[in-house]
């Protein structure tokens, strides 16, 4: 048996247009499994991608802030494929601001979307889900560390890793996990103010062990892996993928 088979797997993938999501949408369907790509924006080639493996997807548009529009997102993967396996809890927004001038609403947008989101997709999606099923929550190494200009997002981040948590411990006597997954630095559009400027890319990278940025794909390998078999005895964990950023600071 190969533990990291998702064959006959559905999944839901939040933020799948572009970047970490599709990385994490395309590896699932590598793995076997078929895949509701949701997002926003209309999404950037995931599903060519996922339907030259061979597997299916569908783009679902949502804003996971919306109840009324996650309901919609669950009802649509009901009537397509008629079960949920996995929820990766993967759309979220970065707004840097300090607090003394943060505005309101910045705070609370951050929030509707990073923290109340995910719990949005989860109680809906934990209606359909069974014993075996997986909810990975994408937070962030900013979860675990603070940093200046970044209150919104930290606390936003470091809500999602205890909410994993405190579902775990719901959810568990289920038979079904809640993991978090922490990147550091990957390169995608949310990234690029810090990736495209030289000097503070080479400043950032001198904090990683490994010397380089991660990308889309260093988040799916893991993100397969807490979907599948492979971990069926992690629940409730946190797994830091940062290219030793935090290790070592
Ligand atoms: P990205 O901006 O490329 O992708 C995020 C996606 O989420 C976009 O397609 C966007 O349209 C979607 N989205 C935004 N608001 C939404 C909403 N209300 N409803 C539905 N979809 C919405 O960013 P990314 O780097 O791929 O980020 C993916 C996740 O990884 C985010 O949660 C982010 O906080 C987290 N993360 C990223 C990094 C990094 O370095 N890139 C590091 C740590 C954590």
Redesign the pocket.
């Known amino acids: 048996m190969d533990l990291f088979d998702l064959t006959g797997k559905v999944a839901i993938v939040?933020?799948?247009?572009?970047?970490?999501?599709?990385?994490i949408a395309v590896e699932l369907a590598r793995a076997g499994a078929d895949v509701v790509v949701?997002?926003?924006?209309p999404e950037?080639g995931t599903i060519n991608k996922i339907e030259k493996l061979k597997r299916k997807a569908i783009y679902v548009k949502?804003?996971?802030?919306?109840k009324m529009?996650v309901e919609n997102l669950i009802k649509e993967t009901i009537k397509q494929f008629k079960k949920i396996d996995i929820l990766v809890?993967?759309?979220?927004?970065?707004i840097a601001g300090n607090v003394s001038d943060l505005p309101e609403e910045k705070w609370e947008k951050t929030m509707?979307?990073?923290l109340k989101?995910p719990f949005l997709c989860s109680q809906a999606a934990l209606k359909y889900m069974k014993k075996g099923a997986s909810i990975i929550n994408?937070?962030?190494?900013?979860?675990i560390e603070g940093s200046a200009g970044g209150a919104a997002?930290c606390a936003?981040?470091g809500g999602i890793r205890l909410f994993t948590k405190a579902l775990a411990a719901e959810v568990g006597p289920l038979g079904i996990r809640v993991n978090s997954?922490?990147?550091?630095?990957?390169?995608?559009?949310?990234?690029a103010a810090?990736t495209k400027d030289k000097k503070v890319l080479e400043g950032m990278m001198s904090k990683f062990l490994l010397k380089r940025?991660?990308k889309?794909v260093d988040?799916a390998g893991p993100a397969v892996f807490l979907a599948s078999d492979a971990s069926a005895y992690m629940t409730g964990s946190e797994i830091v993928v940062?290219g030793g950023w935090i290790a070592a600071l």
């Open positions: 939040t933020g799948a247009a572009r970047g970490i999501g599709q990385g949701s997002d926003v924006i950037e949502a804003d996971i802030s919306s529009e809890n993967n759309a979220g927004i970065f509707d979307i990073n989101g994408i937070s962030s190494v900013a979860g997002y936003s981040k997954i922490h990147p550091g630095l990957i390169d995608t559009p949310m990234t810090f940025v991660g889309p988040i940062d």
